[in-house]
């Protein structure tokens, strides 16, 4: 997905306003139908071969940051310094092969039968992602 659209001083200053009035979603669906949305979709920075050497390449399953735009508090218009502890283990999950539990890449780590709870991933296949991604 490309981020080819960059908002006006107006156009921060709207949205703003609406989250200041509790009417943000409709301001942002409004915005996607005037064609202004953040994310238009058909750009060429999406992972397609899971190869992506950075992290920033998936989106963000917590914050819901898209692929090449950092972290951010959904609550706030605040970037994190790091990316969310979620997105590393979907990199690490996406790229790497798990050498604990055998899992290929694209497939959840698994403890016998069942899957790893809340997404999360060995701690060795984050050093298997770190040395893939090198």
Not at 44 to 59: A, E, F, M, V
Not at 75 to 97: C, F, G, M, N, Y
Request: glycine content about 8%.
């Amino acid at each position: 997905m490309s981020t080819d659209w960059h908002p006006s001083a107006a156009d921060v200053a709207a949205t703003r306003q609406a989250r200041k009035a509790g009417d943000f979603k409709a301001a942002l669906r409004q915005q996607i139908a005037d064609g202004r949305s953040r994310l238009q979709p058909g750009g060429t920075n999406w992972p397609t071969d899971g190869q992506r050497k950075d992290l920033y390449g998936i989106t963000c399953p917590r914050c819901t940051a898209g692929p090449d735009q950092k972290c951010h508090l959904r609550t706030r218009d605040k970037t994190l310094p790091k990316p969310h502890q979620q997105r590393v283990a979907a990199w690490a999950e996406l790229i790497a092969s798990c050498p604990e539990c055998q899992v290929t890449p694209g497939a959840p780590c698994r403890d016998g039968k069942w899957p790893l709870a809340a997404g999360s991933v060995h701690a060795r296949r984050y050093q298997e992602a770190e040395g893939t991604a090198a």
